[in-house]
């Protein structure tokens, strides 16, 4: 095991002022410590000095929750292709390194503090359409709904989604589009999500566009930076099946309420 | 009819309908530059070629066709140019505080610069217009040449004039080099934007799309080089 020296550049904040750039040596840092493990080292440390420790996002530190949200020298979730913050490890880097450590950055993405930042915008659109609404009562066989395998693949794909925000950091527009697009995608493809389709997809764009998140200009910085390489051909979708709902929406039948009921 | 229209500017008020309505005109406009380019490179032909050529364009539909096409081509950019500005207002409000350090991985230059592409080719519009269409501060009116017996514009001699005059050359070919950056990320990306781009096509877009931008490029400076190096006189 070796051990590195390294000089970060860590965003200070609190909600609401304006933060800046704190300069904070990490010597020995062992390079087998995940880069969260990492900011704890430092924040025992801070804590041992009698100063504020950094405050950042992290839940489950293996991949699948999304929470541990920093751009890292200005990628989200750092240099290492598909790889969430949690999963990055210090022999990434070489002693001597300057690291630069900031939040993801969005208006959409308000700071609370340091380098957490509220990324409830993301709830709010998944609540305007991201679901397929469940009838209560026996549920069928699941074999009843015949699913090819490459759709089911495909969706499966999309639906690996983890929501953790770095298409948006990403972006330089601060664009939402893979996140809206993979977990509309994920239901618009699968036959339970075709009764929903339009709704769903105008509903989760108007309230991507209500959040303040930018519009795409299709140069794919989110898909380099996924963690887990959600593709740029979900947002091919998703414009197709805007376009689609859109013209509908605009020239078809209006929709007579159902009468009768209580 | 109000339904319509409340559906219709919903449609335009959202990110992807503004988006779409760029694309769609910017595929009207990347035709409209294909078009130009092959009519005036007429002037290879001969005297005689381009301004039957200018010729027919004007009396087409007994004058009638210059205008729709003009009509549609200004209704085209104003919706182009309209739409991106917002668009570009909505991305800047999107990110106010700048990060520290922003590393772009896959993105060229050319795709962060269309704003600043456009908007200068926009300016090259108005004056190549000016120059060439409205003929304002020159004779280029007075210019007349005898064609199958009837006396009509001579398009030729007025390009010759036109780029004879060094300031407006180099414009015209720096407003050439921006076009083709502009046409360079446009063109793939209008086939995102309209949902037809598949992982198999996306690299063809893309190459057709610098090869496109390429032969603007090429085509429409050869004219300002030939008259430039005396080889069309
Ligand atoms: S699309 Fe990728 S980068 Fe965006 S929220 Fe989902 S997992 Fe994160
Ligand atoms: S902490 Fe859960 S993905 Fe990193």
């Known amino acids: 095991m070796s051990q590195l020296n390294l000089h970060l550049k860590v965003w200070r904040q609190n909600a609401g002022q304006p933060g800046h750039f704190q300069d904070i040596e990490a010597p020995e840092i062992p390079d087998h410590a995940s880069f969260l493990e990492m900011m704890d080292i430092i924040n025992e440390r801070l804590i041992a000095k009698g100063q504020e420790p950094v405050a950042f996002d992290h839940d489950c530190r293996e991949g699948i929750c999304g929470m541990c949200s920093m751009q890292i020298n200005g990628v989200p979730h750092g240099p290492e292709k598909a790889t969430t913050t949690c999963q990055l490890h210090m022999r990434k880097f070489r002693t001597g390194d300057t690291i630069w450590v900031e939040p993801f950055r969005a208006k959409a993405f308000p700071v609370i503090k340091d380098l957490v930042v509220n990324r409830g915008a993301f709830d709010r659109i998944q609540q305007a359409g991201g679901f397929v609404t469940v009838r209560t009562g026996a549920p069928q066989d699941a074999n009843a709904l015949p699913i090819g395998k490459e759709v089911a693949d495909a969706a499966m794909d999309a639906a690996a989604c983890i929501g953790c925000g770095a298409c948006v950091a990403a972006c330089k527009n601060a664009s939402a589009m893979l996140f809206v697009s993979a977990k509309a995608g994920q239901l618009n493809l699968l036959p339970q999500g075709q009764p929903e389709k339009d709704r769903r997809t105008l509903g989760m764009v108007r309230q991507m566009d209500k959040e303040g998140f930018g519009n795409c200009t299709n140069q794919y910085e989110c898909e380099a930076a996924c963690p887990k390489e959600i593709s740029v051909r979900w947002i091919t979708k998703l414009n197709r099946d805007y376009a689609v709902a859109a013209v509908k929406d605009a020239f078809g039948n209006t929709r007579k309420e159902a009468g009768g009921g209580d | ?233």
């Open chain 2, 1 to 233: 009819m109000s339904a319509v229209f409340d559906s219709l500017s919903r449609f335009y008020a959202s990110s992807i309908g503004k988006k779409i309505l760029v694309a769609l005109t910017g595929l009207m406009l990347l035709g409209f530059v294909l078009g130009h380019m092959i009519g005036n490179l007429l002037i290879f032909v001969g005297k005689d070629a381009i301004n039957e050529y200018g010729h027919m364009l004007q009396t087409m539909l007994h004058g009638g066709g210059v205008w729709i096409a003009r009509i549609g081509l200004l209704g085209a950019v104003v919706v182009h140019v309209v739409a991106t500005i917002q668009l570009t207002q909505a991305n800047r409000a999107a990110r106010k505080d700048a990060y520290g350090m922003h590393k772009a991985q896959v993105s060229g230059k050319a795709s962060h610069t269309m704003i600043w592409s456009g908007l200068t080719i926009l300016a090259f519009i108005i004056y190549h217009l000016l120059h060439f269409t409205v003929r304002k501060n020159n004779d280029y009116d007075t210019y007349k040449t005898v064609l199958h017996g009837e006396t009509v514009h001579d398009v030729y001699r007025m390009v010759i004039a036109g780029f004879s005059w060094a300031p407006a050359s180099i414009f015209y070919i720096i407003a050439m080099v921006l076009l083709s950056s502009h046409l360079s990320h446009g063109f793939s990306s209008l086939f995102q934007t309209l949902g037809v781009a598949t992982d198999k096509t996306e690299p063809l877009f893309k190459k057709l799309g610098y090869a496109f931008a390429g032969l603007i490029l090429v085509g429409n400076c050869s004219i300002v080089l030939a008259v430039w190096l005396g080889y069309v006189r």
